[in-house]
């Protein structure tokens, strides 16, 4: 199979990269390399790997790179609340605007699976959020991708994966995330500071992500159509539990503060049991993830060789 990634040399997509070369598939990576192109490197020993560069605000370009392939996995996005925040106008024409482009150039014959978030739920104050659960973003991330989701699932031949919170170590590193900033703050600062403690969500490791991709275009028949929350009820921790799970393993100065806001609202448990019925649940857990991410911080510095993390 021929897959065309959008966002291929990112967190996500140099993972899911890894694994489809791994699977004897041909991968078209469309990347802007806008946080550099380290992380595909070894991929152009493989002849089964092309890749272009380009930004999918650039229709002619996507029509262009997208022909021939047989699925198409969307990742390219403007990803976090901070990132948004820091830049609205562009989170809207990557993000919703970028999208409608793909969708455009698109043939419709062509599968597509989409990168979609937990964070389309928002501040949720019901019980277990499923995929029929009404959403509730409350950042520009979390619009500006339930916008792109529903455009997607309106244009059928997809899926639409709304994942956890990722986490863990990838070709190309993120300090934006949760799990990872807390790891590298505790192991290279010595120090962390909470608000909000109790604020729950769920995690998932990005190889776990890679593999739903996976699963997702090897049983798209089934599937197809279909929104999937993607995760694990087991890894429903608070950031107290995060933070108290990291400090078991290396020592570092905690303070719960009792002043103060984090701006990303998100607090809510989600139900897995949809996904979990196709076949597909996590392998890695979050204190595997922990470890893995202790090792990397302890031997090279994350904030340093990746300058925009």
């Known amino acids: 199979m021929k897959v065309f990634i959008t966002g291929g040399a990112g967190y996500v997509g140099s993972t899911l990269t890894a694994r489809l070369l791994e699977g004897g598939h041909k991968v078209v990576a469309f990347d802007n390399l806008m946080s550099g192109g380290r992380s595909i490197l070894p991929f152009f020993a493989n002849p089964a790997f092309e890749f272009i560069r380009g930004d999918i605000r650039d229709k002619a370009l996507l029509g262009q790179a997208v022909k021939g392939a047989d699925a198409i996995v969307h990742l390219a996005a403007i990803v976090g609340y901070p990132a948004c925040k820091r830049d609205p106008r562009l989170a809207e024409e990557v993000n919703i605007d970028g999208t409608m482009n793909l969708l455009a150039v698109r043939v419709p014959s062509q599968r597509i699976l989409y990168a979609s978030t937990g964070s389309n739920y928002g501040a949720y104050a019901g019980g277990l959020c499923t995929e029929e659960t009404p959403l509730n973003p409350v950042s520009l991330y979390g619009t500006s991708k339930t916008k792109a989701e529903q455009a997607i699932m309106n244009e059928g031949n997809a899926i639409s994966f709304r994942f956890a919170t990722a986490f863990g170590v990838s070709h190309r590193m993120r300090l934006d995330l949760l799990i990872n900033d807390f790891v590298y703050r505790a192991l290279r600062e010595k120090s962390l500071i909470l608000y909000e403690k109790e604020f729950k969500r769920t995690f998932i490791h990005v190889r776990d992500m890679a593999r739903a991709f996976v699963f997702g275009l090897e049983h798209f028949e089934a599937m197809k159509d279909e929104v999937f929350n993607v995760g694990s009820e087991t890894m429903n921790f608070s950031k107290q539990d995060i933070a108290e799970k990291i400090q078991k393993k290396i020592p570092f100065y905690l303070h719960f503060a009792d002043v103060g806001k984090d701006e ?45 993390v």
């Open 264 to 308: 990303d609202q998100r607090n809510y448990e989600v139900s897995y049991e949809k996904i979990r019925k196709h076949g597909l649940t996590t392998t890695i857990d979050v204190d595997q993830g922990i470890d893995e991410l202790i090792r990397a911080c302890a031997v090279i510095d994350l904030r340093s060789e990746f300058s925009n």
